[in-house]
T-cell receptor
Framework: DGGITQSPKYLFRKEGQNVTLSCEQNLNHDAMYWYRQDPGQGLRLIYYSQIVNDFQKGDIAEGYSVSREKKESFPLTVTSAQKNPTAFYLC?????????????FGSGTQLSVL | GQQVMQIPQYQHVQEGEDFTTYCNSS?????IQWYKQRPGGHPVFLIQ?????EVKKQKRLTFQFGEAKKNSSLHITATQTTDVGTYFC???????????FGTGTRLQVFP
């Protein structure tokens, strides 16, 4: 089946620890995105990538980092600089970056702080 | 900056009642998309509207794009318990390709 796979489903972070969330897609999509969702709120854009080896900051990039070494993969690292990391993280992809293509979402990762 | 506001934030209805959520922008939108997120799930694309005044239907769901392309609505006729979830609108930020999401409307349907 074609789609987006996020792992793990649940993740716990200790103080001062960096954690990495995985996102893989086999849809051959150029664009990939990371969104953060807090309870009862909308989705806020963290980072997005339009092409391999290139990515741009979204609205809330501080405390996060990404890489796009392969078209299929767009991992997100939540660094220790992110003081309030507890949230539901959603990875998405689209065929291109025009903003007119629909997004396909992964099933999400719930990150909690121990 | 450009924001996409949705109202209401919550809506509780009896099964069989109608439901409407509204999405409003301070700027003209090139297009607008609607997504549904079931409880514990991820957003799933429903539809995209592009033309001024456009109306599209999907079974009991009716989507409208305003004449000025600054607002949109989603109307569900005769809600069912399967309609439960949060409905989001999303649109590209002005002069960018970044898709920004509305705050969402959470729908609860009581049998």
């Amino acid at each position: 089946d074609g789609g987006i796979t996020q792992s793990p489903k649940y993740l716990f972070r200790k103080e001062g620890q960096n954690v990495t969330l995985s996102c893989e897609q086999n849809l051959n999509h150029d664009a990939m995105y990371w969104y953060r969702q807090d309870p009862g709120q909308g989705l806020r854009l963290i980072y997005y990538s339009q092409i391999v080896n290139d990515f741009q900051k979204g609205d809330i990039a501080e405390g996060y980092s990404v890489s796009r070494e392969k078209k299929e993969s767009f991992p997100l690292t939540v660094t220790s600089a992110q003081k309030n990391p507890t949230a539901f993280y959603l990875c998405a992809s689209s065929r291109d970056r025009t903003g007119k293509e629909k997004l396909f979402f992964g099933s999400g990762t719930q990150l909690s702080v121990l | 900056g450009q924001q996409v506001m949705q109202i209401p934030q919550y809506q509780h209805v009896q099964e069989g009642e109608d439901f409407t959520t509204y999405c409003n922008s301070s700027t003209t939108l090139s297009n607008i998309q609607w997504y549904k997120q079931r409880p514990g799930g991820h957003p799933v694309f429903l539809i995209q509207l592009v033309k001024s005044g456009e109306v599209k239907k999907q079974k009991r769901l009716t989507f409208q794009f305003g004449e000025a392309k600054k607002n949109s609505s989603l109307h569900i006729t005769a809600t069912q318990t399967t309609d439960v979830g949060t409905y989001f609108c999303a649109a590209p930020r002005l002069n960018t390709d970044k898709l920004i999401f509305g705050t969402g409307t959470r729908l609860q349907v009581f049998p």
